[in-house]
């Protein structure tokens, strides 16, 4: 809550100090938004609020002087290239992207157009942009990836009883084209930890079932559920699966934890939405994406979830609970 009025200040700050923006004749500006997830899903709801608040503080009023067209893939693969081409098709002043699908699709489309992204974990490896500080063409956004993280995902499952000796790292290949990347900072960290990792990739429910009960079945292993579309779609399959075989797992975002999952640690991902406004806002007053930096987290939250800690027979470490940021019982 106080990161995001720190937030808000800078943008009632970014307010005041801005000049008047150009309008079109009739008054209304244009964003087209690709979202990755489903519509009503309880944390897109959440994401949609800090985006909505973000564009109010900048003065942007849907169905005022701004116009959003809005569609939602459900993280089906068909349905990017579709909806991107819809967006396109309409003209909008500016695009936001909600994860890598959604960024390539809309990259198919349009290069002109500027898009402002979300929730992307590689934008250089996936040559979204050239660099950080210069992306260089008509992309820009926020990433949801710090290769620091890897190491502070593997620490906080060996800090708990039964002991993790191997992590399978569970993500879709199809919908996460720069988990290779991820792979090799988990790997880089995990002899630090003397522990073993491995991809797991799954593509639908029934591999999810099959990893978690051959991981369980085989002893000492733990989960690590990567940032990844594919995750977000079948959160609840993957957090039945865990508990059904008391795996010891660890999820990249708070929704996990709040919906039942042992231990999250990650960003503020309704955060990253807030913050995408001012980029939105920029780009509607003139701003070229290619002189905005990407920004990557620095901030992570930790949330322990005691309740299925106890239902699966986990002991949490007093020092990580004594460093977790929320602790639900």
Not at 3 to 29: E, H, K
Not at 56 to 80: K, M, Q, S, V, Y
Not at 116 to 134: C, K, R, W, Y
Not at 151 to 172: C, D, F, H, S
Request: net charge neutral; with cysteine.
């Amino acid at each position: 809550m106080i990161r995001r009025r720190a937030v808000l200040a800078g943008i009632a700050g970014t307010l005041a100090s801005r000049p008047l923006a150009a309008q079109p004749r009739d008054g209304m500006r244009r964003l087209g938004v690709l979202m990755a997830n489903r519509a009503g899903d309880s944390v897109v709801k959440a994401y949609i609020a800090a985006l909505t608040k973000g564009l109010h503080a900048l003065d942007w009023r849907e169905g005022g002087n701004l116009r959003i067209d809005w569609r939602w893939t459900g993280g089906d693969p068909a349905l990017f290239d579709r909806d991107a081409a819809e967006l396109v098709a309409l003209g909008p002043d500016v695009l936001l992207a909600q994860g890598s699908p959604s960024v390539v699709a809309l990259r198919r489309k349009t290069s002109t157009i500027p898009i402002v992204f979300t929730m992307v974990s590689d934008p250089i490896g996936q040559n979204f942009v050239e660099s950080l500080a210069h992306p260089g063409g008509n992309v820009t956004g926020f990433s949801d990836f710090n290769p620091l993280v890897a190491g502070k995902w593997l620490e906080i499952l060996t800090q708990m009883t039964p002991p993790v000796a191997r992590v399978a790292v569970l993500y879709n290949p199809a919908t996460a084209p720069y988990a290779g990347e991820m792979m090799r900072a988990i790997e880089d960290a995990a002899p630090s930890f003397a522990v073993a990792v491995r991809a797991a990739p799954c593509r639908d429910e029934a591999e999810i079932e099959a990893m978690a009960a051959e991981l369980a079945h085989d002893g000492g292993g733990g989960l690590l559920v990567l940032t990844d579309l594919f995750n977000i779609v079948h959160r609840d399959v993957i957090l039945r699966a865990a508990a059904l075989h008391r795996l010891p797992a660890i999820y990249f975002a708070r929704s996990f934890a709040l919906a039942g999952g042992l231990i999250s640690y990650g960003i503020d991902y309704p955060e990253l939405f807030l913050h995408a406004a001012v980029y939105l806002d920029r780009v509607l007053k003139g701003a070229s994406p290619r002189d905005l930096p990407v920004q990557q987290p620095n901030k992570f939250e930790l949330v322990i979830n005691l309740k299925t800690a106890k239902a699966s027979d986990i002991t949490i470490a007093t020092a990580l609970l004594a460093t977790a940021d929320e602790v639900i019982e």
